[in-house]
Nanobody, 121 residues
Framework: QVQLVESGGGLVQPGGSLRLSCAASGSIRSIDTMGWYRQAPGKQRELVAASTTGGSTNYADSVKGRFTISRDNAKNTVYLQMSSLKPEDTAVYYC???????????????WGQGTQVTVSS
């Protein structure tokens, strides 16, 4: 299977920056997409940003121009650089990957445990 380990969450003041990291490990044959979702209290989980192995990226409108997703494919690691953070960015951020393990026929989705990001003065 695939394990995802996230790091980098915490408390930051409005206007500040944080960098999240997520490393995938396990019997990985291939990874297609890596990205981040978030879930605020009382709200549905939403896509923040995603990156395909081919180089395409996708961002939620609410974070465009403030967040940047990047990947180190050799390390199966995805990063989320968050800048100009706002209180409404407060949420649990979940790493996500779509990939295939050795012996599997199709891709499937894997999720990390989540890391808390709190934006508050």
């Amino acid at each position: 299977q695939v394990q995802l380990v996230e790091s980098g969450g915490g408390l930051v003041q409005p206007g500040g920056s944080l960098r999240l990291s997520c490393a995938a490990s396990g019997s990985i044959r291939s990874i297609d997409t890596m990205g981040w979702y978030r879930q605020a209290p009382g709200k549905q989980r939403e896509l923040v940003a995603a990156s395909t192995t081919g180089g395409s990226t996708n961002y939620a409108d609410s974070v465009k121009g403030r967040f940047t997703i990047s990947r180190d494919n050799a390390k199966n690691t995805v990063y989320l650089q968050m800048s100009s953070l706002k209180p409404e960015d407060t949420a649990v951020y979940y790493c996500y990957t779509r990939g295939r393990v050795w012996g599997a026929i199709t891709n499937r989705d894997y999720w990390g445990q989540g890391t808390q990001v709190t934006v508050s003065s």
